[in-house]
């Protein structure tokens, strides 16, 4: 037994008490999210000492934080959830199935990452997703209605990837689930025999082997799911890689290390550039070069820092319009991007972007690796100097050539959403006004929303 010196309290307009296993436990968290502000449900949170020794958990009042310590070390243990002691706290469980949705989904989250986060708490028997009222959902069945209880006191609330992806979990009135086919889309653990069903692609082993090596660093126990930017921790733009390599049936071997080349095709040649597609691919990651192709003018070949940026950038931008033309981004075999010999024009169709002062993700722990979003018609605006209006901002936008429909102030009038007519408007306006100086010292910051006015 430790004599506890010290506990931490986290305290943002409610206050919480945590006490750790160790005084030494305790100053490792205190200072390392000194550095780094952690996030609750989006929300910031201050961690600091607390002159409290202990921490009393066995009164009424604190019965459920008591069931949540039970869950927690049932299942760090290797205990049986189902003991007696968790018996005495946890009122019976109402059924075996739970209903999940996934708030801030701005990865994608697969069916085999469920299976592995819930599957730390019991025999995951079977898994059904959907998309309801534009959100992702899931239904998952345990083969014990306590190991449901347990995984919906420890994981409700929780954030699959760093600041993203929340837990929302909820019993189901259902107390079985029938499932049909083994696919993307539901999966049967007890029937492996059964049909992919018509236009779903069968269970690929090899994106299940990939994912789950992957998953191990990515997510680890439950207690763990929140990554940090600590050595050795997966950041959050290789979270979104390996998620999105998932939901995309694409292998992440081969393509992680350095290189991270893209191949851009079907381009608008009289328009692209190599800034404006350093521009628009800067949203998902740090553009390294840009070569045009000097016989081929309608593609591109783009280098990312790492494969994983390469990745999240292909998943976010293939199939999008612009410049009016839907483009395509797939893997490159090459490595690196190389620059014309020296003395020789190649019509400035290659630039080197390694020194950009406007690289996104440079910076670990930027609030840019929080907000990465899919192209959508509204765009989240920053850095706006105080001088500025709605109407100024309007005029701005409207003269990129498309039509502004709605706009919002933030609180502050540093920020605000612009919406657009279409995302294809919404990207243009991106490529052209990113950056663009404002005046005072002020560069507008433009990225993609996950909001709609």
Known sequence: LYSIASDVAVGVKVSAFLELGTEEAAVTMVNYYTAVTPQVRNVPVFIQYSNHKELKTDSALNQRAQAVLQAVSAVQEGGSPSSAAGESVLTPAPSPVLRIIIDNMFYPVTLDVLQQIFSKFGTVMKIITFTKNN????????????????????????????????????????????????????????????????????????????????????????????????????????????????????????????????????????????????????????????????????????????????????????????????????????????????????????????????????????KNFQNIFPPSATLHLSNIPENVTEEDLRLLFSNSGGTVKAFKFFQDRKMALLQMSTAE???????????????????LRVSFSKSTI
Not at 167 to 188: E, T, W
Not at 426 to 440: E, F, K, S, T, V
């Open 135 to 366: 959100q992702f959902q899931a239904l998952l069945q345990f083969s014990d209605p306590v190991n449901a209880q347990q995984a919906k006191l420890s994981l409700d609330g929780q954030n699959i990837y760093n600041s993203c992806c929340t837990l929302r979990i909820d019993f189901s009135k259902l107390v079985n689930l029938n499932v049909k086919y083994n696919n993307d889309k539901s999966r049967d653990y007890t029937r492996p025999e059964l049909p992919a069903g018509d236009g779903q692609p069968p269970v690929d082993p090899s994106v299940a082997a990939t994912l789950s090596k992957d998953s191990t660093s990515l997510l680890g126990t439950p207690s763990g799911m929140v990554t940090s930017y600590s050595s050795g921790a997966i950041s959050p733009l290789s979270a979104a890689a390996a998620a999105a390599a998932a939901a995309g049936r694409v292998a992440l071997s081969g393509h992680t290390g350095p290189g991270g080349v893209l191949l851009v095709s079907n381009l608008n040649e009289e328009m692209v550039t190599p800034q404006s597609l350093f521009t628009l691919f800067g949203v998902y990651g740090d553009v390294q070069r840009v070569k045009i192709l000097y016989n081929k003018k309608d593609s591109a070949l783009i280098q990312m820092s790492d494969g994983n940026q390469a990745q999240l950038a292909m998943s976010h931008l293939n199939g999008q319009k612009m410049y009016g033309k839907i483009i395509r981004v797939t893997l490159s075999k090459h490595q690196t991007v190389q620059l014309p010999r020296e003395g020789l024009d190649d019509q400035g169709l290659t630039k080197d972007f390694t020194s950009s002062p406007l690289h996104r993700f440079k910076k670990p722990g930027s």
């Open 425 to 443: 408007e919404a990207i243009q306006a991106l490529i052209d006004l990113h950056n663009y100086d404002m005046g005072r010292g002020h560069r």
